[in-house]
């Protein structure tokens, strides 16, 4: 069994930066493609980014790409999501994911990952 923990500082002003963290236990993080994904009040969850086990494919939402970098450290079983020029849309609680099948692939669908963290809440302040 994997479990997922994010952490990071959750308010941050517009503008502004924060780096989110994702930390794997019970099985390496190193066989799975991991992702960040989204949920703002009263909307549905959304894809944000994602990488592949080995780091060497990334994929991000339109509406996040040249902000936020996903980025991983095996070693450490941390994936990291580093959110820059933060816009008060961005506010939600994010939550990252493992998926152990597509681990070659930075995949975009929340259907194909197996393993969910609780979430973090990030607010934007404008």
């Known amino acids: 069994q994997v479990q997922l923990a994010e952490s990071g500082v959750g308010l941050v002003q517009a503008g502004g930066s924060l780096r989110l963290s994702c930390v794997t236990t019970?099985?390496?993080?190193?066989?799975?493609?991991m992702g960040w994904f989204r949920q703002a009040p009263g909307k549905e969850r959304e894809f944000v980014a994602a990488?592949?086990?080995?780091?060497?494919?990334?994929n991000y939402a339109d509406s996040v790409k040249g902000r936020f970098t996903i980025s991983r450290d095996n070693a450490k079983n941390t994936v990291y999501l580093q959110m820059n020029s933060l816009k008060p849309e961005d506010t939600a609680i994010y939550y990252c994911?493992?998926?152990?099948?597509?681990?070659?692939?930075?995949?975009?669908?929340?259907?194909?990952?197996?393993?969910w963290g609780q979430g973090t809440q990030v607010t934007v302040s404008s």
């Open positions: 994911a493992a998926d152990r099948t597509n681990k070659y692939y930075a995949g975009q669908f929340g259907a194909t990952y197996d393993y």
């Open positions: 019970g099985r390496t993080s190193s066989s799975y493609a």
């Open positions: 990488i592949s086990w080995s780091g060497s494919a990334t």
